[in-house]
């Protein structure tokens, strides 16, 4: 129904791209994407503040860059994106996160061939079960990415995010959760998280759709173990987010090895990351054809069409 034939003006200097232009059918969807309104983008200093303990860590830093829905549809139409998943941040104030959603929403509606939006807020706020409902009902496509950047999926956290599963189950919409490795070097947004609490957050909510931000951690490798691990998490898909800076690009074979190539994501962070590193990661990888075509971008379609 997206699918576009013969595009001529996406990126065709892009090597992935124009492989698959060749064949004359071609969707690009990026399934993790940031924006910000400009009230908030031209004000940072007065936003995002210590209030804000999620959001505040990793944006007190100027340098930490923030768009708006123009400047993200001019990349994406540079470098071959066709569609993108767009929410906030974990906003903590009420006042943000609806500000932040109704701007998805508003951007959504004026770009709908080019966003898919979803609601984006800290599940911790008083309201925030309210606002995921109202956002559903304005046409939000899945709730995320939602995260606990100083914390772990403790017993807590958990019962607060099997809540917000309840409010998406019958809808058949999926949710976003930031997730990270475990080891490794530290950065902003690196949370204490464990794979086993997230493991039994999976566990406590099998039928809910997933998406598990950053290739969940690492998390799905240990579908190589007991079919239960693989079972429990027969409805987690994973995003590309960030891996540039996370993982080696042989990554990508050794997930193929372990899960089906309908469980990858396209999804840059952006802006983050631009489109272009995640291209280059995947040619590097030898990817099959096929298997970027559908990560790239039918994975993500089908996801949203499944009931």
Known sequence: MWFLKNKKSFCEKCPLVGMVLKRGLIMVVDSHVHIVPKKIRENRHKYVTEKEKEVFPIYKDPKAKM??????????????????????????????????????????????DRFIPFCCLDVESKEALKEIE?????????????????????SRKRA??????????????????????EVGHNYSGKSPMTLRN????????????????HLGGGLPFFCSLKKEVKEVMRNCWFDTAAMPFLYHPFVYNIFFLIMDKEKLLFGT????????????????AKLDEKVKKAVLGENFIKLLGQK
């Open 67 to 112: 768009v708006g829905a123009e400047e993200l549809i001019n990349t994406m139409d540079e470098e071959g994106v066709d569609k993108a998943v767009i929410f906030g941040f974990p906003w903590s104030s009420k006042e943000l996160y609806q500000l932040n959603n109704d701007y998805v929403l508003e951007v959504a509606e004026k770009y709908r």
């Open 134 to 154: 109202r956002c559903l009902k304005e046409g939000a496509m899945g709730v995320g990415e939602l995260a606990f950047y100083s914390s772990d999926f403790d």
């Open 160 to 181: 607060i995010l099997s809540e917000v599963a309840d409010l998406v189950r019958e809808r058949s919409l999926p949710i976003l959760i930031h997730t990270n490795e």
């Open 198 to 213: 997230l493991y039994l957050l999976i566990k406590e909510n099998q039928n809910v759709k997933w998406i598990l931000a």
């Open 269 to 284: 962070d952006y802006p983050l990351l631009p489109p272009k590193r995640y291209y280059k990661e995947f040619e590097k």
